[in-house]
């Protein structure tokens, strides 16, 4: 599996939207790409994933290059719940369901 | 609901002292795990199963066990508990290879 690279921290404003940037420039062509979030020491939680083109759902947006090396995560309207650890993952489907979860961003979000 | 279920939320207990640690998913997953999370290292994969009667090592599997005998439960067991393995546990599922993991609430497990 390609390896990822975010930063470790991050601050964002209450209400603004929050820009979570993953480099992941040895992906290869049949990997997606992943986004979890993870509150204190709930489970993560899944947030969005794609191949090649921008996705969008209720909760973010998912923007990846054209070339595919590099990702970012769009909360549109970040509220004091969004504070967590977010991770990018990307992973070939099968492999027996392993994701490999690196540090990840620490996401404050403040009033 | 959707949802990965496991218990006990909370566990301590004593060198030495055999317990599971349950996991159930109700949205008919093939696939599921158990991760292990501790300070610096990350989530890391214990055990994972394919479907019923199919399980394999992830990369941390020594002092664990699991089992598979229904679609639903992936139970997690130490048959000899040390305290190398006080962490917080997660067990997940999911569908077809590339669909997202469902996570449980996780297990906090110290062993003394």
């Known amino acids: 599996d390609a390896k990822t690279t975010q930063p470790t921290s991050m601050d964002c404003a209450e209400g603004r939207a929050a820009n979570l940037p993953c480099n992941h420039s040895?992906?290869?062509?049949?990997?997606?790409v992943y986004w979890y979030r993870q509150i204190h020491s709930q489970g993560p939680q899944y947030i969005i994933h794609?191949?090649?083109n921008n996705e969008t759902n209720e909760m973010a947006s998912l923007i990846i290059t054209e070339d595919r090396k590099s990702s970012t995560l769009i909360l549109p309207h970040a509220t004091l719940r969004d504070t967590a650890v977010y991770y990018c993952i990307v992973r070939v489907g099968g492999q027996g369901g392993k994701l490999i979860f690196g540090q990840g961003t620490e996401l404050s979000v403040k009033p | 609901e959707a949802q990965v279920t496991q218990n006990p939320r909370y566990l301590i207990t004593v060198t030495g002292k055999k317990l599971t640690v349950t996991c159930s998913q109700n949205m008919n997953h093939e696939y599921m795990s158990w991760y292990r999370q501790d300070p610096g290292l990350g989530l890391r994969q214990i055990y994972y199963s394919m479907n019923v009667e199919v399980t394999d090592k992830g990369d941390v599997p020594e002092g664990y066990k699991v089992s598979r005998k229904e679609k639903r439960n992936f139970p997690l067991i130490l048959e000899s508990p040390s305290p190398n393995q006080t962490s917080l546990y997660f067990c997940?599922?999911?569908?077809?290879?590339?669909?997202?993991?469902?996570f449980g609430d996780g297990t906090r497990l110290s062993i003394l």
């Open positions: 794609g191949l090649k």
């Open positions: 040895t992906i290869s062509g049949n990997e997606y």
């Open positions: 997940a599922s999911r569908q077809w290879s590339d669909q997202p993991q469902h």
